[in-house]
């Protein structure tokens, strides 16, 4: 019996129109495309992908953001795969390729970066997690070897502003999680964490000038996240 796909897209309130546009079409062949309008329903990432999940009506869900773009490549490698009765996969992630500062980024943890993202809806559970959220799923997960192209191309004050953004987000998980109080040691761990994960163990620099400073830009965010939660844990203290 011939199985068929959803496509499930977050559309957030400042989406791209260029890429929202590279993106539809990379999956126009796609049997169904469900879009969820972020702004227009309560709740974080999870809960969107969740009713995204729960109005798709095909045998197999694929999850893609407005800044990505499904290679023809890796449509024929997931129409391949969703129509093999003998694969015992029940969902895929898949490689991600990450496109920073126009360029192709193969180190500081940038590729593969594997995203669980393709599912066979009747083994499907859940998301869970408000920031980086995760699936729950019954059966085995397989690998695919075709990349996700992602356009990560902001510049360094958009990235900024997105590092406030989600840092307060983050700062407040930790918070709500009882994270110990922060001090000089915590921070300084913690920023020399962050450094020797992108630097030296995933080789950032191996990418260059640009990989070097976004490198240097992980560690930041690191460090503001950790702010967050210090100012939060002031204020407690001082009530």
Partial sequence: ?????????????KVDK??????????????????????????????????????ATKDWILYIDTDEEVTKELEREIKKVISNSTIKNSSYAIPRKNIIFGKEFKHGGQYPDYQK?????????????????????????????????????????????????WSEIEGQLMFDTNHPQMNIIRFFSAGIREFYLRMIKQRAFL??????????YQVYSRLISYSKLWEKQQSTTRI
């Fill in 117 to 165: 993202r393709l599912f066979l809806k009747k083994d499907f559970i859940k998301w869970f997690g408000n920031l980086h959220e995760e699936p729950k799923f019954k059966g085995n997960l397989g690998l695919l070897k075709n990349p996700i192209i992602h356009h990560k191309d902001l510049n360094i004050n958009q990235m900024l502003e997105k590092t406030n953004m």
């Fill in 18 to 55: 260029v890429l929202y546009k590279k993106c539809l079409a990379s999956v126009s062949w796609a049997d169904e495309i469900v879009k969820i309008e972020t702004k227009n329903e309560k709740g974080g990432f999870s809960d969107w992908r969740n009713l995204g999940f729960k109005k």
């Fill in 207 to 216: 990418d260059g000038a640009k990989g070097v400073i976004y490198a240097f």
């Fill in 1 to 13: 019996m011939e199985t068929s796909l959803s496509v499930i897209i977050l559309i957030g309130e």
